[in-house]
């Protein structure tokens, strides 16, 4: 009963003015009202036509204000306007002064632009088409004068879209010299309603044996529509070696169940370890190039030995007495 009241009282607040306006201005705006269904995203364009019936030149500005129960229109800048609730932060028609001599007409583009994030609902805007020689004399005569306006209701109906899009995932390292090991997930919605992204990171050895399960966005944080958000997951194991994979699985939605995933490897080799590796690397090398320089010195020994030329014996006894 209530709502039907607020409807009546709109119809009384635009109709009885559109007649008065147009006798006190001479200026006539075609159409006076326009109702339309729509959906997020949607995108309806009109034209509405100007006639000056009146002596002289007229100078008007488009003047747009959303319609609430029980609140005066407020013809707020558009920065200012909520782009789920507010029809006149939808519309789009020239803000600049629409000039039309005495007996002339124009036309004008009107679009309104249903925005995306945009909720189901009936709403309900006027643009004014004020005259004055600016923007601030034109709110002031709207005040003081009746003028020629348009009425526009806008029924947005129920249109969910549930989209979410795996920008990124990713192990914080490539290798691990020490544990813990991180992860990244980088969501987007790309939808008109909000999600609630869950799901689980699955750590599996060079074997494919499963040795851990992560949380992701385990306390619930929802993204909004043109939103992003990140999460991130640690798994804090205390030994492993070799490489890994990961793989995130993640659900989305309450109309329809979605789901994304993704996987990225990654290596563990603890610092430690790798000393004593490398130690052993090292001592390994020190033991061969020592055994390589005892072999290499025995050869050549050897063959220096087989290569000196052989001196004769003497035969019978040397008579050292001097002659």
Do not use: C
Request: net charge neutral; aromatic share 8%; hydrophobic share 40%.
């Amino acid at each position: 009963m209530k709502k039907i009241i607020f409807l009546v009282a709109i119809l009384f607040f635009f109709i009885v003015p559109l007649h008065q306006s147009s006798a006190e201005t001479g200026v006539l705006v075609m159409p006076q009202v326009i109702d339309e269904q729509a959906k997020a995203r949607d995108i309806l364009e009109y034209t509405v036509k100007i006639k000056n019936n009146g002596s002289g030149q007229a100078d008007l500005y488009a003047l747009v204000s959303d319609i609430v129960e029980g609140e005066p229109p407020n013809f707020l800048e558009s920065g200012r306007l909520d782009n789920a609730t507010s029809l006149a932060k939808w519309v789009r028609i020239k803000r600049g002064a629409i000039q039309i001599p005495s007996g002339g007409e124009a036309e004008i583009p009107l679009t309104v632009e249903v925005n995306l994030a945009a909720r189901p609902g009936r709403y309900h805007a006027i643009i004014v088409f004020s005259q004055g020689n600016n923007t601030t004399i034109a709110r002031e005569n709207y005040l003081n004068t009746n003028q020629p306006r348009l009425a526009l209701n806008i029924e947005v109906t129920e249109d969910i879209i549930e989209k979410a899009q795996l920008t990124k995932f990713e192990a914080n390292r490539n290798v691990y010299l020490k544990l813990p090991a991180a992860f990244t997930v980088y969501l987007s919605n790309l939808g008109n309603r909000d999600i609630t992204p869950r799901g689980s990171i699955l750590i599996y050895n060079r074997k494919g044996e499963e040795v851990a399960e992560l949380p992701v966005n385990e306390t619930g944080a929802t993204i909004a529509p043109n939103g992003s958000g990140q999460y991130e997951s640690v798994w804090d194991v205390q030994k492993g070696f070799g490489k890994y994979k990961a793989r995130i699985e993640i659900e989305y939605g309450e109309k329809d169940r979605r789901d994304l995933s993704d996987t990225v490897f990654f290596w563990i080799l603890p610092l430690p370890l790798l000393l004593i590796i490398a130690g052993g690397l090292f001592l390994s090398a020190v033991v061969l190039t020592v055994i390589l320089f005892k072999k290499t010195y025995r050869s050549h020994h050897h063959f220096q030995n087989n290569n000196l030329p052989m001196i004769p014996e003497p035969h019978g006894v040397l008579d050292l007495r001097k002659k």
